[in-house]
Structure formats: structure tokens, C-alpha cells
């Protein structure tokens, strides 16, 4: 099943708004909804294809006509990806940089096969998984033709290690199919993104993915233990052991790469037995600041449960945790929500809660009962059907994520919400800057924003100085340009000055050596080399 072509997942899964958050975000922040009437998918037309004769001839060649596609519905189902700004270029009809064609192979030998004959002919690949990019990853620059290289034809379990418990797996396969695939043979991966239902194996490890139990089971590149990859210069083999002091780990330069190193053909990963039981829970404190001490405590001095967010007070006024509930609150009690949860055999989990307990109580939570995390686990795959049920009101609703060290986060914090307040509201749409904290290490976290306002005459533009504001602020307050999110086009000037001018003189090494034409991703990751 595809994904809507002009907003998230499944169709049938979208609901618009209660009339209760139309009529607050109306008279909140004075959200109208928009005259014009939608774009249907039969009414766009992306412009005709850039692709030679030779070219298009090549790549049948390589992985057989049928799988290359180039009628006007595949060109526009994978035109960028899922940002807010992509959604609002799509919804207007704009596709100018829709690809020239799709390519679908079925192996690594296919993959080597296409991108040798993309070489010749100087046609840029853009590796495509799920589609859920929502950092620019899906939109080249600087070359005349560019192809989608849709891998989901490469789905395969493809081994299971039972004394190592290790799974290689095929880039194509997406988060449900994994887990579907493991749980046969009494296994999980423990991967889940909020892009989980759409996002590929590939793409997980291409973006450097970080899931919502990584509490517990870790981001996606500690799962990795070796990779298989594709380049226009031959294959890349990486990882023959869990760890190794056989020189740097090639697997790392690999991983979070979005494609413009190499393409990804195969994963293996570490897997664990699946859980006998899962509990989720709520808990409440006074303050931010007083439930960022709590999870920092079980973070450095344990125990860890597997699942570990904290919202903020504006998050949880409106609910967000809850995007199933959205616009009510669990109670008329001020603070934050956080959400805990545990996995693992029964007497584990009992184990673990009840340290736990000890520990956040201690630091002032208040224990809610199951509720609040059953609603959160029950919900959790669903914000992006709530984003696009905001755009159709005619809200702007985007996300934007970080990372520092503890003694950084509350400047952060602080400095990321003031520049989209003070931006936003300097335009003319005062904007609802929602937080919470999504995952934490013994030595920080990552925060994860959420920006609702009026679109403005021109929402795309309108945000673009927002979120100008926003990475400078990250910036400046010691935070990383990205903890999960990945760099694409959005993101790579300021990962560019995050890395200093030697580390990008490093990648574009690497780079060149790997890809000397440039055809992998242009412009993605990297910023044009300086002549």
C-alpha cells in the first residue's frame, strides 16, 4: 500500500478536528481555514521527463522495463517527502522537482547495475524507502535528471542468527513487516519510530533512527552490528564482529549518511526475544525543569525503563501525548506528563517498576495509573494524521528536534522556544511551541518541539525564517542540528557549520572517492563543494 500522496500513512486513517480545537485554534491563534479547494492527485501533472533514451534504456537493462516507472502518479508519489513544507508544496499542485522516473530493484546486484548506469549518463539517485523525510532528504539539487530508487522490492528477512541474536534484513522492509517477520520466530527488533508504519529498514539506518522504546532497546545505529553497500565504485562489506579495534568503524560512517555515500542493500541488526509483558504508565511533576531531574536520575543512576518521555507544561495542557485526545487534559492539575514504560518477562517488569517508582517518587512524581500511557501507547503512531488534520483547518503545524548535554538542555530549551515565539510573532501569527523530552542518555537528552500557528499568506515562506531562527538558536546554545530527524537540504548548512570547514573537507573526501561523479543524493547532507 502506498502512502497518501498529499499527507501522511494510510487515508483511511484520517480524522479531521473536533470542532472544539478548530474553535481554539480560531480563537487562540486566529486560524483560518483556507478558500481554496484541494488538489486532487489526477489534476497534478509533474513536468515531462528528463530522461534520455539511453538512459531510460540502461536502467530497464539493469532491472527489467517493467521496473521503471515513469507514468505521472509514481513521479508525484515520490516527490520529497513528508515536512510540513512539502506537504503545503504538494497540496498547491507543485512538483517541478518531481523525479524523471522510479526505479524498483529486486537485489544488490541490481542496485550496483543501476547506479553504474546512472554514472554514465550522469542521472542523480535519490535512495527512496517510506518517504518520510521531513528534513529535505528526498530533494537533489544541481543535476538535470534524477531518478527515485525505490527499494521495495528488496524485503527480505534474509537470516536469523538464534545464538547470536542478530537479523539481517533487506533495506525495503518496513517497520511492521520486521517486527511481523521476527515475531514468528519469537523475536523484535524493539525499533519504533513514530514513522514506524512507513519507514524502511534502509532508511532507519541511512537517518540514524531513533525509536520510541530507545529507553530500553537503543537508537537503531546501536543496533546495527554490520551493513552491505551499494556504491557507484563497487560494494562495501562492513562489520565482522559486534565491536572491533581493527581501525575506525566504517559501519558509523555508513550510518546517517542519507544516501549520498552509497545505498544501503543490507543490515544486519542485534534482536531480542519478545516481551511476555508491556506496561505502560503516567506520571506527573510540578515543573519541567523538576521532571527533567527525575529522568535524568534513572538515566544515570537506573533503573531504565524502556520507554521514557516528558512533556512539557504546554504539551500537556493541550494533550499531545495523547493524540488520540487531543485538546484535553488529563486532569485540571497544573505540570508535566510523563510517560513511563516497561518491557520484559512479568517479574522484570514488576522488578523494574517498582525501583522506578521509588526513584520518581522520590523526585516529586505523582504515579496516574496505566491510563495515561495506554492512551499514549494506543495513539502513538498518530500525530502525523493530527498534523495533517491541522493543515486541512488551516493551522501551520511542524516539529523540529535537538540534543545537548544536561547542563545545556534548560538553555536550550529556553533558547529554541523564544526564536520561534519571537519569529513567528514578529510575522503576525503568534505561535502554540509545544516540548517534550524523547529520549535520554547518562549524559543528556533530546528535545522534540512541536510549533502550531496561523500559515500566514504564504505558509512555506512564512516558517522558513522560523526555523531559520530555530537552528541559529540550537546553534548558539550548544544543541545538535539533529538527533534523529537527519540533515537533508534543511538542515545542511548548519550541520556544515556544526562539523567545522576540515570535517566537511573529510566527507566530501569521502565522497568523491566513493561517488566521483556525484550522482548519490546532490546536495543532500553535504553543501557543494568551494572551489
Known sequence: MDMLWSGWGDPAKAAPLPEEVVGLLRDLLGVRPS????TTLAAVEPRPSRLTGQARAALEAAVGEAHVRGDDEARVRHTRGKSTPDLLRIRAGEVADAPDA??????????????????????????????????????????AAFVALDLRRMNRLVALDEVSRTATLQPGLRGPEVEALLAERGYTLGHFPQSFEWATVGGFAAARSSGQAS??????????????????RGTLDLGRAPRSAAGPDLRQLVLGSEGAFGVIT??????????????????????????????????????????????????????????????????SDAGCLAIVGYEGTADEVAHRKARVHTA??????????????????????????????????????????????????????????????????????????MCHVSHVYPAGASLYFTVVSAQGKDPVAHWAPAKRAANDAILAAGGTISHHHGVGTDHRDWYAREIGPLGVEVLHAVKDRLDPAGILNPGILLPPPTV
Open 35 to 38: 478558500d481554496a479547494p484541494a
Open 102 to 143: 522510479v526505479v524498483l530493484p529486486a537485489d544488490h546486484d541490481e542496485v550496483l547495475a543501476v547506479l553504474a548506469a546512472c554514472t554514465e549518463h550522469r542521472v542523480a539517485v535519490v535512495p527512496f524507502g517510506g518517504g518520510t523525510s521531513v528534513v529535505g532528504g528526498l530533494a537533489p539539487q544541481g543535476h
Open 215 to 232: 529507553a530500553g532497546f537503543g537508537r537503531f545505529d546501536d543496533m546495527v552490528t554490520a551493513l552491505q553497500v551499494a556504491t557507484p
Open 266 to 331: 543490507s543490515v544486519t541488526v542485534r534482536i531480542h526475544p519478545t516481551a511476555d509483558t508491556k506496561v505502560y504508565e503516567g506520571w506527573r511533576f510540578p515543573s519541567f525543569t523538576q521532571g527533567q531531574a527525575a529522568l535524568r536520575t534513572l538515566a544515570q543512576d537506573g533503573p531504565m525503563p524502556t520507554v521514557l518521555r516528558l512533556s512539557d507544561e504546554t504539551e500537556t495542557m493541550i494533550g499531545l501525548a495523547k493524540p488520540d485526545a487531543i485538546g484535553g487534559s488529563l486532569s
Open 360 to 433: 520518581l517518587s522520590a523526585a516529586q512524581g505523582v504515579p496516574l495509573g496505566e491510563d495515561p500511557g495506554t492512551g499514549w501507547a494506543h495513539g502513538r503512531y498518530n500525530a502525523p494524521y493530527l498534523r495533517d488534520a491541522l493543515l486541512d483547518a488551516g493551522a501551520f503545524a511542524e516539529t523540529l528536534e535537538t540534543a545537548a548535554f544536561w547542563s545545556d538542555i534548560p538553555a536550550l530549551y529556553e533558547a529554541v522556544r523564544t526564536a520561534l515565539t519571537q519569529s513567528l510573532t514578529d510575522a503576525g501569527t503568534p505561535p502554540l511551541v
